[in-house]
């Protein structure tokens, strides 16, 4: 039997721009895609620490290096430029193997990059 499970988080990030006009999805630095295990189109859930909100959309590759953490299309009206943010990613893999995986969790700095 496959289960969901923790795969991979950004924790606690900061959103740096919310772009209303756009098809959808989430803007990620690909420095944090890479470092965190994630992939480019992967579902994600997006926590919103500053107001509770929790939505899902996929990653879209932003400028490498540039800390970039922009919520876009609907998504953009569930945060606030400067909210910090965690995304999360799930898979699913048999019950045995999840039981002793190990999730990927980075922890940016204040500028969204790695130290």
Same mark, same amino acid.
């Given at each position: 039997?496959?289960?969901? &499970?923790?795969?991979?988080?950004?924790?606690?990030?900061?959103?740096?721009?919310?772009?209303?006009?756009?098809?959808?999805?989430?803007?990620?630095?690909?420095?944090? $895609?890479?470092?965190?295990?994630?992939?480019?189109?992967?579902?994600?859930? $997006?926590?919103?620490?500053?107001?509770?909100?929790?939505?899902? &959309?996929?990653? $879209?590759?932003?400028?490498?290096?540039?800390?970039?953490?922009?919520?876009?299309?609907?998504?953009?009206?569930?945060?606030?430029?400067?909210? &910090?943010?965690?995304?999360?990613?799930?898979?699913?893999?048999?019950?045995?193997?999840?039981?002793?995986?190990?999730?990927?969790?980075?922890?940016?700095?204040?500028?969204?990059?790695?130290?």
């Amino acid at each position: 039997m496959l289960v969901e &499970t923790f795969k991979s988080k950004i924790h606690r990030v900061a959103v740096t721009e919310a772009n209303l006009n756009y098809v959808g999805s989430i803007t990620i630095d690909e420095d944090l $895609i890479d470092a965190a295990d994630m992939f480019v189109n992967q579902r994600v859930q $997006i926590v919103n620490v500053n107001n509770g909100e929790r939505l899902e &959309t996929y990653i $879209i590759p932003g400028k490498r290096g540039s800390g970039v953490i922009c919520l876009n299309g609907p998504a953009a009206r569930k945060v606030e430029v400067g909210d &910090t943010v965690i995304i999360i990613a799930y898979g699913f893999m048999e019950e045995a193997e999840a039981r002793k995986f190990e999730p990927t969790v980075i922890f940016p700095n204040e500028k969204n990059h790695l130290s």
